[in-house]
C-alpha cells in the first residue's frame, strides 16, 4: 500500500477538546507521515501541494473564526486540491446551523421534530396567530442547547420575530432564564456601566462599540420546533464508519434541554435500539464520516430527530462501555472516537488510491 502524508490542524493553543492530540497519535502509529501546523496559514494551498498531502484532517468548532475560515479552506482543497478532507463536504456542511439540518433531514427523508424556518416577517406572523403553544424558538447556531427558548404564547413568539426580522440577535445572548432577578445580579449592573461607557464614542464619533465575542449576528430568519414534552432526556447516538455509541442526557433541573447538561447515563436498557438504526441509516443516506444525533420522543411517541453535529465531547463517547456495529452486534470495548475517525479516513485514502 501507498505511503500516507496526512496534514492535521494543529496549534499550540488547542484545547483538550481537540480531536488532533489522538488523530497525530494515532495516525503516527499507523506509520502515517503527519503534517502538523496550523491550517489557516497565508501559504497553506502550497504547503499542501509541495508536500503530496494526501489528506488533511481539522477538527473544527462552533466559534466564529473557525466559521469563517475552516469551510472556505477545506472547499479548496477538497474541490479543486482533489485531497480528501476530514471533514468532507456532506459531513460539514451544515454543522452548527440547525436551519441547514431542517433542510437537509426533510430532504433525506429522516425522522425529524416537526419544525418551520421562514425568511419574510409577514409569514412568521401568520403562522403563529394559529399556532399550538408552547413552541420552541432557535436560533440557527449555538451548542449546549444555547440559543434556544420556549415561547408560551403568540405574544413571546412575536417578540422574537421581531427582533429578528426588525432587529439582531448576537448568538449567546438569548436565554429564557436570562432576566429572572437580574436586578440582583452585581454581573448586569456591571454590564451596564460598561455598556453605557462604550456608547459614548458611538453617540460622539459614530465608533461602534466591540461586539461580543460570538460576532456572528443572526437576522431575516425565523426557526421554530414543535415542544415535545415527553422527555426527562435525549438519547445522543453517535455514528462513526460501522460503529454506533449511545448515551442518554438527562434535562438540567426545571428545564426542558439536554443538551450540555452533563448529566450523562450510559445504561443500555434506556437506549431503543430503533434510534441506532435510524442513526445508522441516516448516516449512509447523508453519506458523512462522523455524525451524532440528538433524539427525543415527539407528542406522538414517535422517535424523532432533534438536531446533528459531525464533532463532540469525545470523553463521553470513548467513556461508554462498547458500540453497535451496523448489524447491531454488541462490542463491548471502550474506543477513542478519534481513533475510529483517523482508522476510516487512512481506510478511504487506501481504497481511493
Known sequence: MKDLTIAVHWRSDLDKYSYSYRWIEYLTAQNVKVLAGDLTHTGIIDFLRDNHADGVMWHWYHVPDDKQSAPKILDAIEANLGIAVFPDYPTRWHYDEKVSQHYLLNALGAPLVKSWVFWDYQPALDFLKTAQFPLVFKLSVGAASANVIKVRSYEEAKFNVDRTFHKVFFPYSLNEFEFHNRWLKPSYWKGAVKRALQSIPFIINNDYPPVPEYYLLQKNYAYFQEFCDKNSHDIRVTVIGDRAWAFTRANR??????????????????????????????????????????????????????????????????????YWDSELNWHAENLWPEDAQAEDFIHSLHTNH
Not at 427525543?296 to 414517535?302: A, C, R, S, T, V
Open 253 to 322: 433541573p426545571g428545564d426542558f434541554r439536554a443538551s450540555g447538561s452533563g448529566n450523562v447515563n450510559y445504561d443500555l436498557a434506556k437506549i431503543p435500539l430503533e434510534a441506532v438504526k435510524i442513526a445508522f441509516e441516516v448516516t449512509r443516506k447523508m453519506q458523512a464520516q462522523s455524525m451524532a444525533y440528538d433524539f427525543l420522543y415527539n407528542n406522538q411517541g414517535e422517535l424523532v430527530i432533534n438536531e446533528v453535529t459531525y464533532c463532540f465531547v469525545r470523553f463521553a463517547v470513548h467513556d461508554a462501555p462498547g
